[in-house]
């Protein structure tokens, strides 16, 4: 096949939409198809600086790039002033100044796929709400090659995909891909589009190599015969931390050889809870026995981390999808996580994990302890939620959802 | 709408060939053009049916050398085992694609290496090959399951739809004479098994079975029916088996019939039906010895317990001695079997040729509404036209039970009344948003004590109205009786009555006497 993806930036752009594209262009380049990416030539969103060279080809993929009209301080209050008076006063007026202030606006990407949309199989757009997409859709449409559209949409934004040409893009496209069962029930209940796909989320298992739990053990400087918690993640109030140090603190009463590692980014409230629970200990932190706390880590230390613990928890209740539970299953660990849709729909409780009511902070104590005595069955655990995350996350799985779907709607577009 | 619907081949006793000619009669019932393609001529099929076939090569196909195949809306590719037809899937130009998964037997249970080789490959084939498919459909959650667990089908696309059991062929009635005549079986008690002698359905077990069996209820036999010569690895099988039966001195009671035209004379023949099967993609034999009154006893294995449900007997894979207890008991227990008939009768009626149409029509609607003109109709609206057309397409009006299932969802997803996301709005630039204000200030008098709470009354009144009909349509349909059944009462009554009337006759002459 010969696959188009457009998007607003492209590695060595960061972030989660940017690693998803990569991720599934590289894929599917591996499997021998020709992928070619249009994007913009910038790395930062905040202003859309055109820095990144027009053509490059990264591990099988070839990258054009376009230039923007960048970022600055007026285009950001025409962005404002749209959204606020779009839903008052004549919306159609007011969406060309949306487009304009979300950006990158780029008129050579838009005349580039109207000229060589016939060059390719299928196009596929995402992030829908910024300005790549609508001009890219249409001239794909025009040429009438199939376009799939990833809209990455946050159910809690409508800026990300209330606005006209957004809805126009996701109810006429051939296909939308949600990433979560949720996103595509969403998209449904709220009649943005009817035929939608769920093709989300994957881990690359090349980026967690297996890894001694010993070794890691040393490198972390935690005790080999200690029972290791790891929480892992930015350290807001609904991920959970709090209700993870209050169990800790009562398994610590019952046996003195549990350890809590609390790894990623503090926050105010992480310092607040921190100072507070050193004041409660009458110690300073650091000097806490059984407690490792550390601000964001890096790559390795994360790595090690998983592949030292004996159970992750992260009793989150504002998780989308909860890809660290996945990361942790990838070292073969059971998880905890708590009873919320997103997350009820990713671990299977008793399985290869548990989940908890965050109301019930008992429950998770009780947990902790009961993988404490039977270390076989939180490994047997840890070793199902392995096997789910190869059959069903992997970014090969991904990869096959996604190029069956191209497979499809080229084939529904030869009924037009 | 075309379609086309490929297959190996067409064989109208097997259970694929029984589900594509019921898809055959579906589509030109609806008024669609069909065509069947094979590999092989049609077996056993009337002149009719093999109307609509044509015996293609791959090359056929792939060249899109066939009109009808090269335009059609919808493609059913059924899948047996992996055969050269199935490769046009990949390429297709046009329409909708149904890929109809029959499972496949795991390879460990052939002797043949060649054939090893060949099931082997045929489940390789089924991740790529149902990835061009819109939707992969499949006779049992088992298989189901194989298909998500093993064969990375996405969940989202796979549907499960049980096959249909021809009722009117497959019914009670006596014991028909010339076959107890031509086996030689008057008075004795026959257990059955239907199927291929493949590896997988054990029939060695049966005969193992049937010598302990005899030592309760001597004058039990074992009738196999079904191909045991079509494959060396058959006649292996069967050899073995009959070599053990002579070994177990149970010779004189194991009968081969090998294939046979007409199979519900048999299971009127049975006594008992049994299986010792590891695996079963579905078991269609089970359905239709229930469908003939025939109780059965089978493994506990792979789609086994979803066919019987509570309706027969399930014993532990590869266990002679449960077997034989359950097989004596059933044939020593008469309370216990005429329970076990009458359950096998209902729960047969739950696979009627309706019940397979209409889920069908479900499938091929989901299946086309990604096409750009989607071929089907969809769920419809309630307005009256709507409703007739529904009517006329493919709802018996005689299962009022669905009709009311489909009018019920229809009730339920308009019984929301309040359009909650509707704001006051101006369309005039400038001034506009004063009037919107304006407006919205001037009736909150009347919206909040008033408009709300009379919108929030009727829609709560409309979703109990719709949770009640709910409730009354489920007694309604549990409190339906089944005519056939309700003739089959009376019939016992009248025999019942009878009998009475001539025991009375008789005591009435014996007094006399």
Redesign the interface.
Known sequence: MRILHVTHQYAPAVGGAEQYIQTLSEELASRGHQVDVYTSRSREYMTWRNELPPYERINGVEVHRFRAIQRRGYTWRLLDMGMR?Y????PR?WEPVIFFGNGPVMPGLGLAIARRADRYDVVHISNIHYAHAWPAFRAARRQGAPVVVTPLLHAEQPVTYDVGYMRAMLAQA??ALALTPGERDFMYKEKLA??V???GVGLVIKDFPPMDPAEARRRLGVPQDAFVVLFLGRKVAYKGLERTLAAFDALRRQRSDVHLLAYGAETDESRRLWADYAAQQGAPLDALPGLDVRDAVSNEERLAALAACDVFVMPSTGESFGIVYLEAWAYGKPVIGANIRAVASLIDDGVNGHLVDPAEPDQLVERLAGLTTDPGRARAMGEAGREKLL?RYTTQ?IG??V??LY???I?????? | MRVSIINLNLVGQDAIGGIILDQLQFFRRNGDEVQVYTLHPPVGVTDGEAAAVRVVTAGDLIGQRDEHFATS?LYVYHYPSRHPLMESIKT??????IFYFHNVTPPEFWEDEAEREQLRASLEGV?VLA????LAVTDSEYNAEQLV?DH?V?P?RVRVLPPAVPLDQFSPGPKPPDLLEQYGLAGKRIILYVGRMAGNKRVDLLVEALAQVRQEVPNAVLMLVGDKDGNPSFQAITAAAQARATELGVADGVIFTGRVDELPPYYRLADVYATASLHEGFGVPLLEAMASGTPVVATDATAHPSVLGDAGVLVAPGHVEALTGQITHLLQDDARYGELVQRGLARARDFSLEAYWRGWADVIHEAT?????AAYPGPVTISGDDKRRFRRQYIDVEAIGSLLDDDLRQLESKAEVVDHAY?V?????VI??FI?WLRRNLTSHLKEPYVDPTFGKQEAFNWQTVQTLQIMAAQLTRSQIDPAELAALQERINALEQQVADLQSTLARAIEN
């Open positions: 008076n839903r008052a006063v004549l007026l051939q296909a009817s035929k796909v769920v093709g059959r799985r096959d959802i190029e069956g497979r499809r709607v084939r529904h577009a030869g009924s037009e | 809306d297709l130009a046009r329409g909708a694609v991740s990835s061009y498919a819109d667990n990375r996405d989202d509404q990604w096409l750009p003109q704001a709005r101006s369309q005039l630039p506009g948003p919107a």
